[in-house]
C-alpha cells in the first residue's frame, strides 16, 4: 500500500526559506512522477511542480508562481520528496500535499507571515 | 498552459439527486483527466481516472464520460456523504486542477 507521509511545515517570516519533506513508502520514490500541490485556505488546489521518474530523466517542472523560487528533490536512500522553498511570500501560505496519483499525503500547513 | 474552466462553482442538492458538474479544457486533452472529491481538512481522493474509469472502491454512482475538451462527473443518486468539493484535473501537460464545485446539502 502506498503511504505518503509530509512533514517540515510551520510558521516562517516572508523572505525566509523552509524545506518539505514527503517520506514515502510502498513503492520507490525513484520510480515514479511524484508532484507537489498546495491549497491556500479556503481556496483550490494549486499544482506546483513534479519530477519524474529517474528512468524518464529525473527532471522537474514548476508553476510559473514559484519557478526559480522552490526545488523539488529527492533522496532515494531516504525514499523521500522534498520541497525547498525560498524567498517565502504570503501567498504561498497553504496546506502542500505531495502525491504520487492516485495517492496523496495528509497534507502538512505552511504559514509565511510577519 | 492549459486551463480548465469548472463549473458549476457550487450547488445545492438533495438526497436523492443526480447531479453533473462539468469541465471544460483550454485545448485537446485527449482522456488525461481524473475528478477528485475533497472533504473539509482531508487529502483529495480520486474517483475517476482517464476521463470514465471508476476509482478502484468507488461507489457505482459516480462517473465520469467525455474527451478531448469536455468532461462530465455524474453522481446517480446523491448521497449523504456525498456532500464535498469535488475537483477536475487534466494531467496531459503538467497538471491543472479545476476551480472546485462544492456541492451542498439543499
Known amino acids: 500500500e502506498v503511504q505518503l507521509v509530509e512533514s517540515g511545515g510551520g510558521l516562517v517570516k516572508p523572505g525566509g526559506s523552509l524545506r518539505l519533506s514527503c517520506e514515502a513508502s510502498?513503492?520507490?520514490?525513484?520510480?515514479?512522477?511524484m508532484s507537489w500541490v498546495r491549497q491556500a485556505p479556503g481556496k483550490g488546489l494549486e499544482w506546483i511542480g513534479r519530477?519524474?521518474?529517474?528512468?524518464?530523466?529525473?527532471?522537474?517542472d514548476y508553476a510559473a508562481p514559484v519557478k526559480g523560487r522552490f526545488t523539488i528533490s529527492r533522496d532515494d536512500s531516504q525514499n523521500t520528496l522534498y520541497l525547498q522553498m525560498n524567498s517565502l511570500k504570503t501567498e504561498d501560505t497553504a496546506v502542500y500535499y505531495c502525491?504520487?496519483?492516485?495517492?496523496w499525503g495528509q497534507g502538512t500547513l505552511v504559514t509565511v507571515s510577519s | 498552459d492549459i486551463q480548465m474552466t469548472q463549473s458549476p462553482s457550487s450547488l445545492s442538492a438533495s438526497v436523492g439527486d443526480r447531479v453533473t458538474i462539468t469541465c471544460r479544457a483550454s485545448?485537446?486533452?485527449?482522456?488525461?483527466l481524473e475528478w477528485y472529491q475533497q472533504k473539509p481538512g482531508k487529502a483529495p481522493k480520486r474517483l475517476i481516472y482517464?476521463?470514465?474509469s471508476l476509482q478502484s472502491g468507488v461507489p457505482s454512482r459516480f462517473s465520469g464520460s467525455g474527451s478531448g475538451t469536455e468532461f462530465t462527473l455524474t453522481i446517480s443518486s446523491l448521497q449523504p456523504e456525498d456532500f464535498a468539493t469535488y475537483y477536475c484535473?487534466?494531467?496531459?501537460?503538467?497538471?491543472?486542477f479545476g476551480q472546485g464545485t462544492k456541492v451542498e446539502i439543499k
Open positions: 482517464a476521463a470514465s
Open positions: 519530477i519524474r521518474a529517474k528512468i524518464d530523466g529525473g527532471t522537474t
Open positions: 502525491s504520487y496519483r492516485p495517492s
Open positions: 484535473l487534466q494531467h496531459n501537460s503538467d497538471w491543472t
Open positions: 510502498g513503492f520507490t520514490v525513484s520510480n515514479g512522477w
Open positions: 485545448q485537446d486533452i485527449r482522456n488525461d
